[in-house]
C-alpha cells in the first residue's frame, strides 16, 4: 500500500459512512413521520366516532371531506367529513371555529344528522382558563354532552344562548364568555347545515 493511498481509501469509508448515516436519518424520518399521521389519522376517526356516537354509518368520513368557507364556521376553511350508510347521507361533521372564546379560537367538531338534530358536539382544542373555561370539555363536564339531539327547533333559535343573555343554555359560575362562545358557533353551524345540506352532501365542490 502507497502511502498516497492511505487518505483516499480513508476518504471513501468516510464517504460511505456519511451515506449510511445519511440514509438511516431518512428511514427514522420516513418512519416516524409515518407512525405519527398513522396516529393522527387513528385519533382523528376516534374522536369523529365518539362525535358521531349513536349515529349508523358505513362509510370512512376521514375519506369523504369537503374544504367550506362561511364566516359563521370561522375566521377560515373548514373541513366537513361526511358521514353515509349504504350511500346515502346521514350525518355532517363540522370543524367549525369558535372565534370568540376568552383566549381566542375554540375549535368545536359539531355533527349534525340530515333532519338537523346534532348527534353531538365536541370541543378539539382550545385556550380557556383552566378552572373556568374548561368545562366545555368533556371530560371535564356534561355540559357539552348537553348539545346532542337539539336543533334550530329545539329549543328555538331566540334561545339558542347563554342564560345569562335569555338563552336556555346553562354558563359557567364567573365564566361566561367561553360557554356563549361555543353555543354561538354551534347555532351558527346549525344554521349553515339547513342552509347548505344539499351542497355538503354533493360530490361536485
Ligand atoms: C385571569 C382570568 C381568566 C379568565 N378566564 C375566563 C375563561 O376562560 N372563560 C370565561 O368565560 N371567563 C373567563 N374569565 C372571566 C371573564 O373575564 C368574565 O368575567 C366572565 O366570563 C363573565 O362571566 P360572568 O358574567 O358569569 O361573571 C377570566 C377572568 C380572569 C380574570
Same mark, same amino acid.
Given at each position: 500500500m502507497s502511502e498516497s493511498s492511505i487518505p483516499v481509501s480513508a476518504g471513501r469509508m468516510l464517504g460511505v459512512f456519511s451515506l449510511i448515516g445519511i440514509g438511516l436519518v431518512s428511514l427514522f424520518f420516513y418512519l416516524t413521520g409515518h407512525k405519527i399521521s398513522q396516529n393522527e389519522h387513528e385519533a382523528?376517526?376516534?374522536?369523529?366516532?365518539?362525535?358521531?356516537?349513536?349515529?349508523?354509518?358505513?362509510?370512512?368520513p376521514t375519506a369523504d371531506t369537503i374544504q367550506v368557507q362561511d364566516a359563521g364556521l370561522g375566521p377560515e376553511a373548514v373541513t366537513i367529513f361526511r358521514a353515509r350508510n349504504q350511500d346515502k347521507p346521514v350525518a355532517a361533521v363540522i370543524t367549525a371555529i369558535a372565534p370568540d372564546g376568552y383566549n381566542g379560537n375554540i375549535k368545536l367538531?359539531?355533527?349534525?344528522?340530515?333532519?338537523?338534530?346534532?348527534?353531538?358536539?365536541?370541543?378539539?382544542?382550545?385556550?380557556?382558563? +383552566?378552572? *373556568?373555561?374548561?368545562?366545555?370539555?368533556?371530560?371535564? /363536564?356534561?355540559?357539552?354532552? =348537553?348539545? @346532542?339531539?337539539?336543533?334550530?327547533?329545539?329549543?328555538? +333559535?331566540? *334561545?339558542?344562548?347563554?342564560?345569562?343573555?335569555?338563552? /336556555?343554555?346553562?354558563?359557567? =359560575?364567573? @365564566?361566561?364568555?367561553?360557554?356563549?362562545a361555543v353555543v354561538k358557533a354551534v347555532k351558527n353551524a346549525l344554521h349553515y347545515f339547513a342552509a347548505n345540506q344539499s351542497v355538503i352532501f354533493s360530490d361536485a365542490q
Open positions: 382523528l376517526l376516534h374522536s369523529l366516532q365518539t362525535v358521531l356516537a349513536g349515529t349508523v354509518y358505513d362509510n370512512d367538531l359539531i355533527a349534525v344528522h340530515t333532519d338537523g338534530t346534532l348527534a353531538g358536539v365536541r370541543v378539539v382544542s382550545h385556550k380557556e382558563t +383552566p378552572g *373556568l373555561g374548561d368545562d366545555i370539555e368533556a371530560e371535564r /363536564s356534561n355540559w357539552i354532552l =348537553t348539545f @346532542a339531539g337539539k336543533s334550530l327547533a329545539q329549543p328555538e +333559535p331566540k *334561545l339558542w344562548a347563554v342564560k345569562r343573555d335569555g338563552g /336556555s343554555f346553562d354558563q359557567f =359560575t364567573g @365564566a361566561t364568555i367561553t360557554p356563549r
